[in-house]
């Protein structure tokens, strides 16, 4: 079942983290702190790889149904999406906000929520505002 952006927002985090497809590799990846991460998986020369298209709700999900398309011409022709664009770049194209949030839900895990409340907080108050779209 493809995914909507009404259904993407009814999305509750789970005591693991959690994919829901939308089909063709792409799927959205809830974690328990309730972070929403676009994810392509795909095979590239007999190997499992997978691509990262940010965080929802900063890439929506029409955006990221193009960016799988374009991986998907590059598949077809023989080349690695992640692999196509040098890091540098992939930095550029992607926000503060969305590295931040990337950043906190991997180590949010091993935080209790005491310390990863006033952490995520500090952030969503004080520097995505500032920084986020950068």
Not at 21 to 38: A, F
Not at 40 to 48: C, I, M, N, P, S
Not at 61 to 66: E, I, Q, S, V, Y
């Amino acid at each position: 079942m493809s995914l909507s952006e009404l259904r993407i927002k009814a999305l509750k985090p789970a005591e693991k983290a959690k994919k829901y497809s939308d089909g063709e590799g792409l799927h959205i990846l809830v974690t328990p702190s309730g972070g929403k991460l676009w994810r392509l998986a795909y095979r590239f020369e007999g190997k499992q790889k997978s691509l990262t298209f940010g965080a929802y709700p900063h890439v929506k999900l029409l955006d990221t149904r193009r960016l799988k398309d374009d991986a998907k011409r590059l598949l077809a022709k023989g080349v690695d999406p992640s692999a196509k664009v040098p890091a540098k770049e992939k930095a550029k194209s992607i926000s503060f906000e969305a590295m931040g949030r990337e950043w906190f839900n991997l180590k949010q895990g091993a935080w209790v929520d005491h310390h990863s409340s006033p952490i995520i907080s500090g952030l969503e108050r004080d520097v995505f505002p500032v920084l986020g779209a950068n």
